[in-house]
Nanobody
Framework: QVQLVESGGDLVQPGGSLRLSCAAS????????MGWYRQAPGKQRELVAA???????NYADSVRGRFTVSGDNAKNTVYLQMNSLKPEDTAVYYC?????????WGQGTQVTVSS
């Protein structure tokens, strides 16, 4: 069974930065891709950023240029560096991983951007 554990969520002021971490219970190279999703109150869960096992990245238009997704296989961890945060980035952020056995989700970590 795959386990994903997110951390790093916090309250931050607009314009600030945070780095989220997603620790996987196995090598991140064992997944086709890993990604970060977010869900704000009253809204659907949406893709924020994703990275494939070969290092190809993809971003939502709303975060491109501000967020960076990366992976460290030695630590079985995927990161989401978030800069220039805006109030509309406030949401619960979820880590996601996909392999031939299925799709897996973490428990989520709260990010709140407010002054």
């Amino acid at each position: 069974q795959v386990q994903l554990v997110e951390s790093g969520g916090d309250l931050v002021q607009p314009g600030g930065s945070l780095r989220l971490s997603c620790a996987a219970s196995r090598s991140i190279f064992s997944f086709f891709n890993m990604g970060w999703y977010r869900q704000a109150p009253g809204k659907q869960r949406e893709l924020v950023a994703a990275i494939t096992s070969s290092g190809i990245t993809n971003y939502a238009d709303s975060v491109r240029g501000r967020f960076t997704v990366s992976g460290d296989n030695a630590k079985n961890t995927v990161y989401l560096q978030m800069n220039s945060l805006k109030p509309e980035d406030t949401a619960v952020y979820y880590c996601n991983a996909h392999n031939w056995q299925g799709i897996y989700w973490g428990q989520g970590t709260q990010v709140t951007v407010s002054s």
